[in-house]
């Protein structure tokens, strides 16, 4: 399976700044997506980062607070942005499950604090 | 899309097998059920998935009922690193093509 690495692995910031995430992968990949977990929660999707396009954002989520690049088939982006106390999460990326018999694969995730 | 229920928490003895249910009535003819494993500080865990017939791999065995419509992991011979919470997911099709949906899981707790 792809190798999936996440940086920052955790960061602390302060509120009304913007932070970027970043999702690499060791193979070009069709799919990549964004997921939040929310303390205690499970995950929630927030986008499918489509290359050569705009990212597709689930309800609840939009572009403005959580703009997505996806330069090419081994990266992608997210900028959590004009952070508050409720952005705490962990930022998780996916990539694959190019068709129903495939597999998604996850990083390790960002975890993320707001003071 | 197809939604899942679990359990919200088992537990199990070390060495014991682990056999965690999960119903999914909804589930279309073309649909896969996936597992999914997350262990505390880190990111969900493939760990198999299947269509119709049971299927075995290094981690574990999954047993689909005829009718599609509930399943069950089986980790053969669990240890205390099995504690985790395990997620069955319906991979959807169409326009949610991709898009997994996270319920709350299991929370398998493995002791001595």
């Known amino acids: 399976s792809a190798v999936i690495s996440q940086k920052p692995s955790r960061d602390i910031c302060q509120r009304g700044t913007s932070l970027t995430i970043q999702c690499q992968v060791d193979s070009q990949v069709t799919m990549m997506f964004w997921y939040r977990q929310q303390p205690g929660q499970s995950l929630t999707l927030i986008a499918t980062a489509n290359q050569g396009s705009e990212a597709t954002y689930e309800s609840g989520f939009v572009i403005d607070k959580f703009p997505i690049s996806r330069p090419n088939l081994t990266f992608s982006t997210l900028t959590v942005s004009n952070m508050s106390p409720e952005d705490s999460s962990i930022y998780l990326c996916?990539?694959?499950?190019?068709?129903?018999?495939?597999?998604?694969?996850f990083g390790d995730g960002t975890r993320l604090s707001i003071l | 899309d197809a939604k899942t229920t679990q359990p919200t928490s088992m537990d199990c003895a070390e060495g014991r097998a682990a056999n965690l249910p999960c119903n999914h009535s909804?589930?279309?003819?073309?649909?896969?059920v996936y597992w999914y494993r997350q262990i505390h500080s880190q990111g969900p865990q493939y760990i198999i998935h299947?269509?119709?017939n049971n299927e075995t791999n290094e981690m574990a065995s999954l047993i689909i009922t005829e009718d599609r419509k509930s399943s069950t992991l089986i980790l053969p011979h669990a240890t205390l690193r099995d504690t985790a919470v395990y997620y069955c997911i319906v991979s959807p099709g169409g326009t949610s093509y991709g898009k997994l949906t996270f319920g709350q899981g299991t929370i398998l707790t493995v002791h001595p």
């Open positions: 996916s990539v694959g499950g190019g068709t129903l018999d495939q597999p998604q694969h």
């Open positions: 909804t589930i279309s003819g073309n649909e896969y």
């Open positions: 299947g269509l119709k």
